[in-house]
């Protein structure tokens, strides 16, 4: 396993990191999801990223349950918080009483008294972004929380969250945790230039884009039994691009280069996205061990820019890179 920095904080970060939505305490049996955490540890993996709203909290439970007796110190912890937990209109977004009261479920779930990363899962429209701040800083000074983040945000929203750090003298976000992949490249325009300038760091999911990247869905056959394509639960978050023949038969067109270069494409995909200099670290997330096991293999891996640039002529128009596909909800509190 190689490390990183996140952004130009002090923690360091394993390049790739484990996290658990779509699998644990939904998709996969608990026995499973354990074993995918003992491999991953196993391989070095140090960085697991979770969130509240995965499977109502429970994804939290089973992470918790799974790095218990695992030596605290050396390992990253983050967790997120956004969506609803409850039905009462307080139990959502980012407001200083649902934060204060979600760090404390979060770390009861989670078995633990601190959290390495506290991340607001999307921006938070119906609030003052102060109060948010704030919030954030006070957990920080508690020692509940030693750094914060956010998820899915545009750099504007990053930007004049800095801006009033800085006024007021609060913690600033050390991170962002954007969708990123070779097939969708929104945060290059505008998120990464503002980050390299303030120091953040992206802690990218989906680099695997669902699934899709990995060559599993072929062009003209049925969806494999078994796939987040044919799960009921999870089957709308990749609906579009499994059914895509074109962007398929693109894929398939990648497996040479993967090949080319010493690596399966899943390997491919993730050591992509870690060419990105900005990226601290790629969430792979898995339900068979031996995924963790071939994923953990991209770490390290340079990719040559001709190599690079075949792969951008492979893809051409599939590549989505507006920053205005970047989405928070107008309203939580009517969800």
């Known amino acids: 396993m190689e490390f990183r920095q996140l952004g130009r904080s002090g923690l360091t970060v394993s390049e790739i990191a484990y996290g658990n939505w779509l699998t644990h305490g939904s998709q996969i049996e608990e026995d499973a999801a354990v074993a995918c955490v003992r491999a991953a540890l196993d391989e070095g993996i ?3 990223d979770t969130a509240d709203a995965y499977a109502r909290g429970k994804a939290e439970e089973v992470l918790g349950r799974a790095l218990k007796g695992e030596r605290r110190d050396g390992l990253e912890i ?10 009462g209109r307080n139990d959502r977004g980012l407001s200083r009483k649902h934060i204060i009261r979600g760090v404390e479920d979060t770390l009861r779930r989670l078995g633990t008294d601190y959290l390495d990363l506290y991340q607001a899962h999307r921006y938070d429209y119906g609030v003052p972004l102060e109060e948010t701040l704030r919030a954030f800083d006070d957990l920080v000074r508690q020692g509940k929380v030693l750094y914060v983040g956010v998820s899915e945000w545009r750099a504007e929203e990053i930007g004049r969250a800095l801006e009033i750090a800085d006024q007021m003298g609060l913690d600033r976000i050390v991170s962002n945790q954007p ?7 929104v945060i290059e325009s505008e998120v990464v230039p503002l980050s390299e300038r303030e120091g953040l760091g992206q802690i990218v999911w989906s680099p695997l884009a669902g699934g899709i990247l990995t060559g ?3 062009p003209g056959q049925a969806l494999p039994e078994g796939s987040r394509a044919t ?3 999870t089957k709308h978050f ?4 499994a059914g895509d023949q074109e962007l398929l038969e693109k894929v398939q067109r990648l497996e040479p280069l993967a090949k080319e270069a010493g690596l399966s494409l899943p390997q491919l995909a993730l050591a992509w996205v870690l060419q990105n200099e900005n990226v601290s670290t790629a969430i792979i997330g898995a339900s068979r061990p031996e995924q963790v096991r071939d994923n953990v293999k991209a770490a390290g891996v340079r990719l040559d820019a001709g190599l690079l640039a075949r792969i951008d ?3 051409g128009d599939s590549v989505s890179t507006d920053p205005a596909l970047t989405k928070s909800p107008e309203d939580i ?3």
């Not at 983050?78 to 039905?87: Q, R, V």
């Not at 990749?238 to 691009?241: F, P, Q």
């Open 238 to 241: 990749i609906a579009d691009r």
């Open 179 to 185: 969708q990123y992949n070779m097939l969708w490249r």
């Open 78 to 87: 983050f967790s997120k918080l956004f969506w609803p937990m409850g039905e």
């Open 333 to 335: 509190r009517t969800r």
């Open 313 to 315: 002529e492979v893809l």
């Open 216 to 218: 599993k869905y072929r």
């Open 231 to 233: 799960d009921p639960n």
């Open 46 to 48: 140090t960085t697991f």
